[in-house]
């Protein structure tokens, strides 16, 4: 019986000696695989945009930029009043902004932002879908915001 035994013990050396060449290599090869995936990672992460491009791309002013409602009142008069009426209370084209639908708990700033950006689909009224306003700047955007929050303000919609 020991010679048997000892054959198989022999055997698994060899195997096993030949299994530690082939797991080295492997390691090694794994690794340099993980090398290759991980440059064109970090060069890509390299290339991200910043805050403030980042902040553009989302049609925000740059940080710590603030709205000044006497500043809002022209740009909208100049993009927004066709549809939403003088001082914003509506038309047949568009919904009145100063509604408590607007109000800034349900409508927050950002939510103005993407729809000029992006354009809304009709949602709480029967007037259609709004469409993009590309030529309007993030900063007169947060000026009519504040202009539209201002005279919610003056109506109690707070």
Not at 74 to 88: A, L, Q, S, T
Request: hydrophobic share 35%; with cysteine.
């Amino acid at each position: 019986m020991k010679l048997p035994i000892r054959m198989f013990f022999s055997h698994f050396g060899k195997q096993f000696h030949c299994f530690r060449e082939k797991g080295f290599q492997w390691l090694i090869r794994r690794r340099m695989l993980a090398v290759v995936v991980a440059i064109p990672m970090l060069v890509t992460a390299c290339d991200m945009p910043g805050p403030e491009a980042r902040r553009q791309a989302l049609h925000l002013p740059p940080l710590g930029f603030k709205g000044d409602p006497n500043k809002g009142v022209e740009p909208f008069r100049k993009y927004c009043i066709v549809c939403h009426g003088p001082k914003g209370q509506g038309s047949e084209q568009g919904p009145p902004l100063i509604d408590r639908v607007y109000r800034p708990d349900h409508h927050a700033d950002l939510s103005f932002h993407f729809a000029v950006r992006d354009g809304v689909k009709s949602h709480h009224w029967n007037y259609g879908d709004m469409k993009p306003v590309p030529l309007i700047t993030p900063e007169e955007t947060e000026h009519v915001i504040a202009f539209i929050r201002k005279e919610q303000k003056r109506v109690g919609i707070n």
